[in-house]
């Protein structure tokens, strides 16, 4: 099919006219039905059954080895609370070895399509947020791991995460299946509606959580979310998050130590580094975000600890000011190597904040107006983005079993809209087909993969009794 498209296109030569020449550099490009074809003729050199396969190579990594990998040039003193985060559940390990399952999808089964990938995409890397326009969109919400890659990794990640949370509830294999199969069939019949619509209509499209709402069939559950999103709503960072993270210590304002999570490190005068550096993140932004932020002061930053997979990373927490009366919090990301690089090749990107902010933009509905990236005078790479706007979390550890089923719809629906804008949905339509062999490949990969994950969470258990892994357990 690949020679068909190309012959046609040669056919349809350069001679003639401007206007002929012009309508034959638009006819140039293949048609919907070409990119259709080109996708369904991958399924002869990766079939879509061969997905659901998952046996861990004879040269397979040491897990622990590869965790130990992954905390170099993290803080020291944090990486125990790394470690404490992870031990606790096989779901809460896995959430912390993106790395692990990055080195295991290498050697899986891939079509030879690639998007830009979020490279960690389970399921508690989604969740609403507001647009600058103030609407609330669900969408992903955290790209630290970013990078062009193969569609299949964030499917079969996203796959994953199902069964470890179903299993974490206490749900049965059944649910959990059901679970993955609602997921990749939403992404796939979503991707094939993506495939058949303009551009520019892809790229313009949201989940807008306000219309989601009502289609929610658990009623607690869906009550429970518009009582977070009311919460959120209402929520202002003047009277909300100001009196929680910030003192007022004479005339200048500080942030609040809440040690081990929020804390001032000594590590030299970090106000003034952290000035040099916003300077570079300023000159990151458009000129209109820059006229933005320039109407606020930075005051103060302190580390932050956050997530499970980011501890240990430097990031932190800047207050800036307005006035007296007008507060903004902004959150401080390293930003490292992707874990996907060592598989997916190196990012065009100097800065790896700028690489992370560039998967924001193109995977996001809508970004963060304070979106940017910088370097420290260490070469430490670092984005920005505001601390909370309107975020909710999904509550997935009070989920019932019918909501985590409806949830797997959700996410695999915001999925392939943040693979559609990027890559080709109408090639990654073709190749998934309209019937559910591939749901039910990655379904079975699921499983197995889950199983595999509490297999590695236990040998991780073992090398903390050993003392191999230090932990700090958080009340």
């Known amino acids: 099919m690949k020679s068909a498209v190309t012959s046609l296109r040669s056919s349809r030569g350069a001679s003639g006219t401007p206007s002929t020449r012009s309508k034959a550099a638009v006819a140039s490009r293949p048609s919907q039905a070409e990119l259709y074809a080109l996708g369904k003729s991958l399924r002869t050199k990766c079939p879509r059954g061969s997905h659901a396969v998952w046996k861990p190579p004879d040269d397979r990594p040491d897990p622990v080895r590869l965790l130990e990998e992954s905390n170099e040039g993290r803080v020291p003193e944090l990486i125990p609370i790394r470690h404490g985060r992870m031990v606790r559940t096989p779901f809460t390990f896995y959430r912390g070895a993106a790395l692990n399952m990055a080195a295991d999808l290498a050697v899986t089964p891939m079509s030879g399509l690639r998007v830009q990938a979020c490279g960690d995409a389970h399921l508690l890397n989604f969740g609403d947020f507001a647009t600058p326009e103030r609407r609330i969109i669900f969408d992903i919400n955290d790209l630290d791991e970013t990078l062009p890659a193969p569609w299949e990794w964030d499917v079969k990640r996203l796959a994953a995460s199902f069964v470890l949370a179903c299993r974490n509830n206490g749900f049965s294999q059944a649910c959990a299946r059901d679970a993955v199969l609602s997921c990749v069939r939403s992404y796939r019949e979503r991707m094939a509606e993506y495939g058949r619509m303009p551009v520019l209509a892809v790229w313009y499209s949201s989940i807008d959580v306000e219309k989601l709402l009502p289609t929610i069939k658990d009623k607690q559950a869906r009550q429970q979310h518009q009582k977070q999103l009311s919460t959120a709503r209402a929520r202002s960072v003047l009277e909300h998050d100001f009196p929680k993270l910030a003192a007022r210590a004479g005339e200048a304002p500080t942030i609040k130590d809440s040690p081990p999570l929020i804390f001032h490190p000594k590590w030299g005068d970090l106000l003034a580094r952290a000035r040099a550096a916003f300077a570079g993140y300023r000159e990151s932004l458009q000129e209109d975000r820059r006229v933005l932020i320039d109407r606020f002061e930075l005051k103060d930053i302190a580390v932050k600890v956050v997530g499970v997979g980011s501890v240990g990373t430097v990031c932190g927490v800047m ?16 930003a490292r190597r992707s874990v996907l690089e060592p598989y997916a090749g190196k990012s065009i990107h100097p800065n790896h904040g700028q690489r992370v902010v560039n998967g924001y933009r193109l995977m996001q509905s ?33 989920f019932s079993p019918g909501m985590m089923v409806q949830y797997g719809e959700i996410c695999g629906w915001a999925l392939a809209h943040a693979h559609a804008r990027s890559g080709a949905p109408t090639q990654i339509s073709g190749y998934l087909g309209k019937s559910d062999t591939f749901d039910k490949a990655i379904a079975a990969f699921a499983i197995a993969y889950a199983d595999q994950s509490e297999r590695d969470h236990a040998i991780f258990k073992r090398a903390v009794r050993s003392g191999r892994v230090k932990v700090v357990m958080e009340g």
């Open 319 to 334: 207050l800036l000011m307005a006035s007296e009366e007008d507060p903004l919090f902004l959150q401080v990301k390293e």
């Open 366 to 398: 809508a970004s963060d107006v304070f979106l940017g990236w910088t370097k420290s005078n260490i070469g430490r790479h670092f984005y920005f983005r505001q601390l909370r706007d309107m975020k909710v979390v999904p509550l997935v550890d009070s």
